[in-house]
């Protein structure tokens, strides 16, 4: 099987690659640049060098469906968020080549990935999450009633920290949310949870009859930014709970392939809250692959 791995440059490449190889899968990763992990990682058996697909979509996707046409391929991973997007927006010109894209179409993987919307499917299904509003929306006043200071600011687009502002007062709304909604795109204010609770991350794989092929649960026990961040040390875990709460949302969004949710214990009342869905494979998935649970075997 053939199988093409976008994002050389990031770490989860490097599990991925070796989980795949194992299963005796020719893998071909796509790199930005010869400086990243996968362009130099022995599992590799073609190594490709791109254009970046965040400045320049035209020329990344006139070359991803030449490269394809050349040399098909079996099936196209993305590993990061801006190839995600990418693939999912294009999912239907890719797939017409030939290959598959492990990866939603754009109308139910946004769905999943905007933190706004996903907040308010957590509403409709009764999910625990933290109070979310847009104030562009429905005007400062009635989202800070609703949410309450301190608040973030948080992109309903991003992956990691990148663009969250506690704010403590409408001083500080005022001084950085026009600021984050034109650096990052559309926004949304959300009540703080206390970093002092235990955060966890929720693997799951939802195959296209809809069922759930492999899951797997982790604590953080270390990550960075100290202050909240992508973890740097995780320990397995049995949580059925979460696995079946989550799964409601796969099922709700009709979502097919990889959903990974981090959420955190407000130590206030003691419930998980769920936070984000990374719409693909995380850079923590190593510790899932350690742990028994082979999701690079599920996807092909």
Not at 18 to 28: I, S
Not at 45 to 61: E, I, N, Q, S
Not at 123 to 130: A, E, F, S, V, Y
Not at 163 to 179: A, C, D, L, P, V
Request: glycine content about 8%; proline content about 6%; some cysteine.
């Amino acid at each position: 099987m053939k199988i093409l791995l976008l994002d050389g440059h990031t770490i989860q490449a490097l599990p991925m690659m070796k989980a795949l190889t194992r299963l005796n899968a020719e893998v071909t990763i796509f790199c930005e640049d010869r400086i990243s992990y996968g362009y130099f990682s022995r599992y590799a058996r073609h190594r490709v060098l791109c254009p970046a697909p965040k400045t320049d979509g035209t020329a990344y996707l006139d070359f991803l469906l030449e490269y394809i046409r050349m040399n098909p391929q079996d099936l196209v991973i993305p590993l990061f968020n801006d190839t995600a997007e990418f693939a999912s927006r294009h999912k239907a010109e890719i797939e017409a080549s030939g290959s598959k894209v492990d990866i939603p179409a754009w109308e139910v993987f946004i769905r999943g990935h905007d933190k706004e919307l996903l907040m308010e499917t957590c509403k409709t299904l009764g999910i625990p999450h933290p109070r979310t509003a847009n104030p562009e929306k429905i005007g400062y006043e009635k989202a800070i009633g609703y949410v309450g200071y301190p608040c973030l600011i948080k992109p309903n687009l991003g992956a990691g920290a990148k663009g969250i502002k506690i704010i403590h007062s409408r001083e500080n709304f005022e001084r950085y949310y026009q600021t984050t909604v034109q650096k990052f795109g559309a926004s949304c204010i959300q009540e703080f949870i206390p970093q002092t609770g235990t955060q966890y991350k929720v693997q799951l794989y939802r195959s296209e009859s809809g069922a759930i092929v492999a899951s797997s649960v982790y604590e953080k026990c270390r990550y960075y930014p100290l202050d909240g961040g992508t973890s740097t040390c995780n320990l397995t875990i049995e949580r059925p709970d979460l696995v079946g709460l989550y799964a409601r949302i796969l099922d709700y969004l009709d979502w097919v392939g990889m959903a990974d949710f981090d959420c955190i214990e407000d130590p206030r009342d003691g419930i998980v809250k769920l936070m984000e869905i990374n719409p693909r494979v995380p850079g923590t998935i190593k510790a899932s692959f350690i742990s028994g649970v082979n999701f690079a075997e599920v996807m092909v």
